[in-house]
């Protein structure tokens, strides 16, 4: 009888200490998730104030004046204005109205130069 109720105490102790420790294993996941967030959540705003100072660069890289300043440059002599034949325009279907409302410069904002047009022959 003795040792019946010496094994049901042991393993209750065991079952209540198991609880007790899976109970703690618990709390210290959620202090390493409380320890970390504000890491992550520091190292997520300065990904959004890089990510806005590049988007301001390629702004100011795209603005007109700049790209116009830069064809003067002596490293771009050999460049030339495209004549209008050679240049394409691809219209897209979707998300067309969008870009025409947001853009002034609506031609710019879909056409592409894709290079000159074969020569024509007189024939």
């Known amino acids: 009888m003795r040792k019946i109720f010496f ?4 393993v209750c102790a065991f079952s209540c200490g198991g609880v007790l420790y899976a109970y703690v294993q618990k709390q210290n996941d959620l202090i390493k998730v409380r320890i970390e967030l504000p890491k992550l959540a520091r190292e997520v705003r300065l990904l959004e104030e890089l990510n806005s100072r590049l988007r301001y660069e390629i702004e100011r890289f795209e603005n007109p004046r700049h790209l116009m300043s830069l064809a003067k440059r002596p490293e771009f002599s050999h460049l030339k204005h495209p004549l209008m034949g050679e240049i394409f325009v691809l219209q897209s279907s979707e998300g067309e109205s969008a ?13 592409i130069f894709i290079g000159a047009l074969p020569a024509a022959k007189d024939e």
């Open 7 to 10: 094994l049901q105490v042991l």
């Open 99 to 111: 870009v025409q409302e947001e853009s002034k410069f609506e031609p710019r904002a879909r056409s």
